[in-house]
Nanobody
Framework: QVRLVESGGGLVQAGGSLRLSCAAS????????MGWYRQAPGKQRELVAD???????RYVDSVKGRFTISRDNAKNMVYLQMNSLKPEDTAVYYC?????????WGQGTQVTVSS
């Protein structure tokens, strides 16, 4: 059974930082592409950043230079370091695993950035 559990969300002032973590189980983590998505109220879920099993990363333009995605294959963990947070980063953040073209999702963690 695949399980993705996010943690690290919360309330932070604009300009602050948060680090999201996602613990994965039930998948061959080292073969999985991992990603972070977010969904703000009234908006569609969007890709924030992802990292391939080879370590290549990509980011949505709005977070480039502020967010960093990383993974630890030994611990089956993926992280999202978020710096210089802005109110528009407020959303529920979801961890995603993609392996053999199948997607798995965590339950989400709320990030709220106050101005």
């Amino acid at each position: 059974q695949v399980r993705l559990v996010e943690s690290g969300g919360g309330l932070v002032q604009a300009g602050g930082s948060l680090r999201l973590s996602c613990a994965a189980s039930g998948i061959i983590f080292r073969l999985s592409a991992m990603g972070w998505y977010r969904q703000a109220p009234g908006k569609q879920r969007e890709l924030v950043a992802d990292i391939t099993n080879g370590g290549s990363t990509r980011y949505v333009d709005s977070v480039k230079g502020r967010f960093t995605i990383s993974r630890d294959n030994a611990k089956n963990m993926v992280y999202l370091q978020m710096n210089s947070l802005k109110p528009e980063d407020t959303a529920v953040y979801y961890c995603n695993a993609n392996i053999i073209a199948k997607d798995y999702w965590g339950q989400g963690t709320q990030v709220t950035v106050s101005s």
